[in-house]
């Protein structure tokens, strides 16, 4: 067989699988995009209509109560007010209930609330809810991990379930204390005290 025609064919091979191999990484990776799932989030909101059918203003004044309102249970950081959307990070203190934990998971649950006003309605959204440990070790993340971001060597899967427990009971705690104070009419007892 004749060198330039053997040269030729392998050439042509070397380039066929080259562009047959580049082909199939592209291909796997459009596969790969097309079945990423996207993680979801935890948001927990709820829209409630109010009785009294109070104003915006109204609504905001009432938002703006609340998170001026000091709470014995949790922190609120990074407030802001706009227009008719009020929002803070809120933190509870987390620790574990044993008295010589094998981990030692001491740290913050965080959530971000969000509580945006319309004429006689109102809702709150509650997300971004993540658990971070003093000592950065056993840091879960999000709750929406399904395995702590430390890993389960520092937070076993059963105390991460623990933790996501007590990160949505907390979430309920803050919706306790948002809905009577967004139903208090302050236009019509224009006393401060709750």
Known sequence: MN????????SFVFISSNHFFSQTKQEQKKEEDEFA????????????????????KELNK???????????????NHSSHSNNKTECVISFQIKPKIINPEIDYTG?????????????RYRYTISEIKHTSKNGKATGGSIDNVVPECGTMHITEIEWKKIKGEALQNA?????DIKPI?????ANNPSEEW
């Open 37 to 56: 799932v996207k993680k979801t989030e935890t948001k927990i909101f709820e829209v409630i209509s109010l009785p009294d059918s109070a104003d915006q």
């Open 3 to 10: 060198i330039k025609l053997k040269s030729l064919i392998i």
């Open 108 to 120: 913050k649950i965080s959530m971000k609330v969000i509580i945006e006003c319309k004429v006689g």
């Open 62 to 76: 009432r938002a703006d109560i609340w998170l001026k309102k000091e709470s014995n249970l949790y922190k609120k």
């Open 172 to 176: 309920k705690k803050v919706i306790d």
């Open 182 to 186: 967004m139903a208090y009419d302050t």
